[in-house]
């Protein structure tokens, strides 16, 4: 099924796609829900269950802000941290459209067993009761990833999107482009205008350039914060101070300075994210940082860049992160990192590629290169929070992205391991990983850094 550009990156609130972001939307789907039998029952209460990675990782990734902010109706390119945390008192939300009170602590609960059968882990259950305690309403979500949510009675019901250029592997993707003479950026400007039917290619242009610009705005506001991010580990904040010192150092020319800007501009976006400030997924919160990273490189250090540039690259992107999530996952708590930082990864090379005049086969080569070396990552983070390892690996993420893009720019775009053979290697990967390395900090550095 296409993945719409504006589906995969949205703007939101830090620090989890799959953990604050798709709570938050599987909260506004079940007061949805409700307000259609809000005529026929009065709702008493709500009680809410979060599973598996959901809840071993939730606290320290706001699942439970993620799950009241949208029971109070905010949605996620609205609310900021601020606006939730006062709107709860003692523990509890007011939630108006129902006019009931929903405490945190009482009714919301964290189980946390695993139940490693399930095709997805982030299992959310909403509860709705009368005065009497009937049950009035029951319905399970599943956050599977960029802040996307499946409602487990829909699941068949995929709605059916029609694009001109409808594809489900690479192959086909490279398919299209050749019998139709089309670059892969084309490709997907065509069938975003299939889906906006209203607007002209250039107003979706100027669309896809707006969320550049909040991308950049996440760049900016993470160089000029100072302080420490939340949490026990008392992790000082370091995009500012990275900055200050690279802008301090001496004249001598160090080609190597450029490591240091991508650096600079991957954190800056992590650390926002970590302090629940706004980003972009792309395509997740957890892996923020490296796509922007890479289009600030591709601005800042790569000769003729220009608006049209920053346009196909994320277009390209897009292409290739809906690849990863129709045919893999795009959860760490499904795939492992390699399914978060991985898929971020391989969509920045390719966007790279495809901004620096690649074919569509080098486009292939670069994402196919950035993820093999991104196959067996795992999701440990330490305390649950997106902090370690998450915003170093986005720095690391994004470096390699523009080496996997270098090797495939200088190639012919010929090369033995294809793309959609990666994807699959990376899911039949995400599946055989041990639970603990799964967005749960039951394994890695979650248990073997003591001192957190
Ligand atoms: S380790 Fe990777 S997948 Fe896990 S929370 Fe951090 S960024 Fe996300």
């Given at each position: 099924m296409y993945v719409s550009f504006f589906d995969l990156?949205?703007?939101?609130?830090?620090?989890?796609?799959?953990?604050?972001?798709?709570?938050?939307?599987?909260?506004?789907?079940?007061?949805?829900?409700?307000?259609?039998?809000?005529?026929?029952?009065?709702?008493?209460?709500?009680?809410?269950?979060?599973?598996?990675?959901?809840?071993?990782?939730?606290?320290?990734?706001?699942?439970?802000?993620?799950?009241?902010?949208?029971?109070?109706?905010?949605?996620?390119?609205?609310?900021?941290?601020?606006?939730?945390?006062?709107?709860?008192?003692?523990?509890?939300?007011?939630?108006?459209?129902?006019?009931?009170?929903?405490?945190?602590?009482?009714?919301?609960?964290?189980?946390?067993?695993?139940?490693s059968k399930s095709r997805f882990s982030n299992k959310i259950i909403y509860s709705a009761f009368s005065k009497k305690n009937d049950l009035i309403l029951e319905k399970t979500y599943y956050s599977i990833g960029g802040g996307f949510v499946i409602d487990q009675e829909n699941q068949k019901k995929n709605k059916i999107i029609k694009v001109r250029y409808d594809y489900n592997s690479a192959n086909k993707l490279l398919e299209i482009g050749k019998n139709e003479g089309i670059s892969i950026p084309n490709i997907i400007r065509t069938n975003e205008k299939d889906l906006n039917k209203t607007k002209t290619e250039r107003e979706i242009d100027n669309d896809v350039l707006s969320i550049w610009k909040e991308m950049n705005k996440s760049i900016y506001k993470g160089m000029q914060e100072t302080g420490q991010l939340s949490g026990k580990m008392q992790i000082k904040k370091r995009a500012n101070y990275l900055y200050k010192r690279l802008i301090k150092k001496d004249e001598t020319y160090d080609p190597l300075d450029v490591l240091d800007w991508v650096n600079i501009f991957a954190i800056a976006v992590s650390e926002e994210n970590a302090s629940f400030g706004r980003v972009v997924t792309a395509p997740t919160n957890g892996a923020a940082g490296i796509i922007p990273a890479v289009i600030k490189y591709y601005i800042e250090?790569?000769?003729?860049?220009?608006?049209?540039?920053?346009?196909?690259?994320?277009?390209?992107?897009?292409?290739?992160?809906?690849?990863?999530?129709?045919?893999?996952?795009?959860?760490?708590?499904?795939?492992?990192?390699?399914?978060?930082?991985?898929?971020?990864?391989?969509?920045?090379?390719?966007?790279?590629?495809?901004?620096?005049?690649?074919?569509?086969?080098?486009?292939?080569?670069?994402?196919?290169?950035?993820?093999?070396?991104?196959?067996?990552l795992t999701c440990d983070p330490i305390n649950g929070m997106v902090q370690i390892p998450c915003i170093e690996r986005n720095a690391m993420g994004a470096i390699k992205a523009i080496n996997a893009s270098r090797i495939s720019l200088n190639g012919s775009g010929e090369h033995k391991v294809s793309l959609d053979e990666v994807i699959k290697t990376m899911w039949e990967t995400g599946k055989n990983m041990n639970e603990i390395y799964k967005e749960t900090s039951k394994g890695g550095l979650a248990v073997n850094v003591s001192e957190c």
């Open positions: 990156f949205k703007i939101g609130i830090g620090p989890s796609s799959s953990h604050t972001m798709g709570p938050l939307n599987a909260s506004n789907l079940f007061i949805k829900s409700l307000t259609f039998l809000k005529k026929k029952h009065k709702i008493y209460r709500i009680k809410v269950g979060v599973y598996g990675s959901l809840a071993l990782t939730g606290k320290g990734h706001g699942t439970d802000l993620g799950i009241a902010a949208g029971l109070l109706g905010y949605k996620p390119n609205n609310v900021t941290i601020s606006k939730i945390s006062s709107s709860i008192k003692d523990n509890s939300i007011y939630i108006d459209s129902l006019d009931i009170k929903f405490n945190i602590k009482d009714d919301l609960k964290f189980n946390y067993k695993l139940n250090f790569t000769k003729e860049s220009n608006d049209k540039g920053i346009i196909d690259f994320l277009l390209t992107a897009s292409a290739i992160g809906g690849l990863y999530k129709n045919n893999a996952s795009i959860s760490g708590a499904d795939a492992g990192c390699q399914g978060e930082v991985g898929v971020a990864c391989s969509m920045a090379a390719a966007g790279l590629t495809s901004a620096l005049g690649g074919t569509n086969e080098q486009i292939e080569n670069a994402a196919e290169i950035a993820m093999e070396h991104n196959l067996g």
